[in-house]
């Protein structure tokens, strides 16, 4: 089992930067991938940006140049840098990690609420 939770969600205003965190523990060595997500209200989940064991990166069109993801395997955490935020950022950000042969855990989330 992994256990997540997520923090450095928050209040920002339109063009300013967060930077969120996921902390995993549990069964941390065998964390595959690990993924950022986010769902606002009334809207699917959305996969955000991911992030392989040796630091290859994909992200959603809708954040790509604005956002980073990176990971620290020897902290087991994993990061979400957003820049130029936009009201339409204002979401509930999930963190997610992948485990061969259990699956795909998921943290509560952390609200980011970008005012314009």
């Known amino acids: 089992q992994v256990q997540l939770v997520e923090s450095g969600g928050g209040l920002v205003q339109a063009g300013g930067s967060l930077r969120l965190s996921c902390a995993a523990s549990?069964?941390?060595?065998?964390?595959?991938?690990m993924n950022w997500h986010r769902q606002a209200p009334g809207k699917q989940r959305e996969l955000v940006a991911t992030?392989?064991?040796?630091?290859?990166?994909n992200y959603a069109d809708s954040v790509k140049g604005r956002f980073i993801i990176s990971r620290d395997n020897a902290k087991n955490m994993v990061y979400l840098e957003m820049n130029s935020l936009k009201p339409e950022d204002t979401s509930l950000y999930y963190c997610?990690?992948?485990?061969?042969?259990?699956?795909?855990?998921w943290g509560q989330g952390t609200q980011v609420t970008v005012s314009s």
């Open positions: 997610s990690a992948e485990v061969p042969r259990l699956g795909l855990f």
């Open positions: 549990g069964s941390i060595f065998s964390i595959n991938v």
């Open positions: 992030v392989t064991p040796g630091g290859s990166t």
